[in-house]
C-alpha cells in the first residue's frame, strides 16, 4: 500500500515537472485595467462639489435692511440689527430641509458691509448694535454648519462701494487680500469661495488681482473649490434662472475666460468639448425673485423649483439655490415650507428605480463578463463603478456607436424620467444619444455628464430600454441609468386640462 503511494506521488511530480499540472490554474484571473481618462477630468475637490447636487447661498446683509439688491455703501451699520438670529435655524430648517452639503454666506456684498469684525474696515458688524458690536455672522454660521456635518462657504465681493480704496489698484487689492486671508484663517475649512464678477456700469475703474486672490486661496485653504466667471474650479453657469444650456460641457478653454464679460454668457452655458480645462458649471439661482430678502416677495412655486432642478442638476450642473434670512435673522415660514415640499418631491421622484431587477447588456463589454466593466455596474447604484465597451470595439473605429439596454422590466411600471450618468471621474465623453423604449424613440440629447435627467412627454411602459451613444469622445462610460416616475408633472397636466 505505502509503496503505491510513493508511486502516485512521484508520477504527479513528474507530470508537474512536464508542465501538465499546472499550479497557475488555481490563481485568480488577472483583472483588465480601466481604460485611459479622457482629459481633462476632476479633482477631488470638484469631484466631491458635482456628487453635491444642491447647494445653498444665503444673501444677508445691510441690503436686508434697506428693502434693496445692490446697497451704496453710504448706510449706517447702526441699521443692522438682527434681534433674532439663529444660524442653526438656517441649517436646520433651510439647508437641511433641501438636501444641502455646502452653504455659502455672503459675507461682504457690493456695499462693503462685513458680517464678520473685519479689522481693515469701520463698515461692519463691530460697529452695529447687534450683539451689542460684539457678532460674527460668519463665524456662528460657520459653526452651526459644522456642528451639523454640513460644509461652509464664503462669498467676498470684489466690488466694494464702501472702501475708500477702490479704484487704488495696488491699495485696494492689498486691503482686498487681508480681508480674504482673515476669511479662510479664523473659521476653519471653507469649501468653497465665491468671486462675483458683477459690478456698476458707472463703477470707478479697478483692475483685480485675480491670480494673487487665487494663489492665496489655495495657500490657505487646500482642497477649496474657487468660483468665478473664469473658475479655476467652477463657473458661472451664464445666467440667474438656474438653467444650463441642453449641451452642457464641463470642459472649457479658461483662456477665454474674462471675469465681469457679459459677451462670454453663451460659451459659459454649454461649454466646450474641446476644452482643456475641467471647470463645470453652478447654477445660482433665488427662490424668490430677488436675491435679498424683500417683505413683498414669496417663494417660486413648487413646479418651478422642479424645472430648475431638472435643467440644472439633469443637466450636469450643480444647483446653488438662493434662500435670504429676513431682517429678523431667520429664514421665513414660507420659504422653509416651501423648501420641504421640493426636497420631498425629489424624494418622490427618485426615491424609486423602476430599473432596479432588471437586466443589462451592451454592444460589449471591456474584459468580458468578468473583466470589472459589465453593462450591469450601471445598476449597482455606485458612481464609482462603470460600464466600458471593449478596448476592440474601440480600437476598430466603430461608427454604429454604442448601446446599452435594460430588460425584463416590468411592463405594467410606468416611467417618465429616465436618467443617466458617466463616470466623470475619467472625463466627460458623450457627444450624441438617443433613449427608446421597446424600439421606440422617446428621447434624444448631447451631453450627458454627471447627471442627465430626460423627461418625458408621455409616461412610459415597456420590457426593453435602450440608450444608444451616436458619438463620444472615446469610448463611453455609464456608471448609472435609472428609471423613475415623476408624479408632479402628471398633476400639472391635469390641472391644465
Not at 460657520?142 to 464664503?154: L, S
Not at 470707478?204 to 486672490?213: A, H, K, L, R, V
Not at 423649483?305 to 429664514?331: E, F, H, Q
Not at 473583466?371 to 447604484?381: K, R
Request: charged fraction near 25%.
Amino acid at each position: 500500500m505505502r509503496s503505491s503511494w510513493l508511486r502516485l506521488i512521484l508520477l504527479l511530480h513528474f507530470l508537474l515537472l512536464d508542465g501538465q499540472i499546472l499550479p497557475s490554474q488555481s490563481k485568480a484571473a488577472t483583472p483588465t485595467p480601466p481604460p485611459l481618462p479622457a482629459l481633462p477630468v476632476p479633482s477631488a475637490a470638484q469631484l466631491r462639489w458635482q456628487r453635491r447636487e444642491v447647494i445653498m447661498f444665503f444673501h444677508f446683509g445691510m441690503n436686508t435692511f434697506t428693502d434693496s439688491e445692490w446697497g451704496t455703501g453710504r448706510e449706517s451699520p447702526a441699521i443692522f440689527d438682527p434681534a433674532g438670529l439663529d444660524a442653526a435655524q438656517w441649517i436646520d430648517d433651510a439647508a437641511a430641509a433641501a438636501g444641502a452639503s455646502l452653504v455659502i454666506l455672503t459675507a461682504k456684498h457690493h456695499d462693503g458691509f462685513c458680517l464678520w469684525p473685519s479689522r481693515y474696515t469701520d463698515h461692519s458688524v463691530a460697529r452695529s448694535p447687534w450683539r451689542n458690536g460684539r457678532g460674527d455672522v460668519v463665524r456662528e454660521l460657520a459653526d452651526a454648519a459644522r456642528a451639523r456635518g454640513v460644509d461652509f462657504g464664503v462669498y467676498l465681493s470684489p466690488w466694494d462701494r464702501h472702501e475708500r480704496t477702490y479704484g487704488r489698484d495696488v491699495e485696494y487689492n492689498e486691503f482686498y487680500m487681508a480681508q480674504l486671508r482673515e476669511l479662510l484663517t479664523r473659521y476653519g475649512t471653507v469649501s468653497e469661495i465665491w468671486f462675483d464678477g458683477a459690478k456698476g456700469k458707472n463703477a470707478t475703474n479697478m483692475t483685480y488681482y485675480f491670480e494673487d486672490w487665487f494663489e492665496t486661496v489655495k495657500q490657505l485653504q487646500g482642497s477649496i473649490n474657487i468660483f468665478s466667471d473664469a473658475g479655476p474650479d467652477v463657473r458661472w453657469v451664464g445666467d440667474e434662472s438656474g438653467f444650463a444650456g441642453s449641451t452642457c460641457w464641463s470642459t472649457i478653454n479658461r483662456t477665454m475666460l474674462r471675469i465681469g464679460d457679459a459677451g462670454i454668457v453663451d460659451y459659459l452655458n454649454t461649454g466646450d468639448p474641446r476644452g482643456t480645462d475641467w471647470v463645470p458649471p453652478e447654477c445660482d439661482v433665488s427662490i424668490r425673485p430677488g436675491w435679498f430678502w424683500h417683505k413683498n416677495e414669496t417663494a417660486k412655486p413648487l413646479s418651478q423649483l422642479l424645472d430648475i432642478y431638472y435643467k440644472s442638476v439633469g443637466r450636469n450642473c450643480v444647483l446653488l439655490l438662493n434662500v435670504p434670512p429676513n431682517s429678523t435673522g431667520l429664514i421665513s415660514k414660507g420659504d422653509t415650507v416651501r423648501l420641504r415640499e421640493f426636497r420631498s418631491a425629489i424624494e418622490t421622484i427618485f426615491g424609486t428605480d423602476f430599473a432596479k431587477g432588471s437586466k443589462a447588456k451592451a454592444s460589449s463589454q471591456r474584459g468580458g463578463d468578468g473583466g470589472g466593466f459589465a453593462a450591469s455596474n450601471v445598476l449597482d447604484g455606485d458612481d464609482d463603478t462603470f460600464w466600458a465597451p471593449k478596448a476592440e470595439e474601440v480600437s476598430r473605429g466603430e461608427t454604429q456607436g454604442y448601446w446599452i439596454e435594460l430588460s425584463e422590466l416590468n411592463p405594467w411600471s410606468r416611467f417618465n424620467v429616465i436618467r443617466i450618468q458617466e463616470a466623470i471621474a475619467m472625463g466627460q465623453r458623450i457627444r450624441s444619444h438617443f433613449v427608446f423604449v421597446d424600439g421606440a424613440a422617446v428621447g434624444n440629447g448631447t451631453t450627458v455628464g454627471h447627471k442627465r435627467l430626460h423627461r418625458l412627454e408621455t409616461a412610459a411602459c415597456g420590457r426593453t430600454v435602450r440608450i444608444w451613444i451616436a458619438e463620444s469622445r472615446g469610448p463611453p462610460l455609464l456608471s448609472e441609468v435609472g428609471l423613475h416616475f415623476d408624479p408632479f408633472v402628471e398633476q400639472s397636466k391635469n390641472r391644465a386640462k
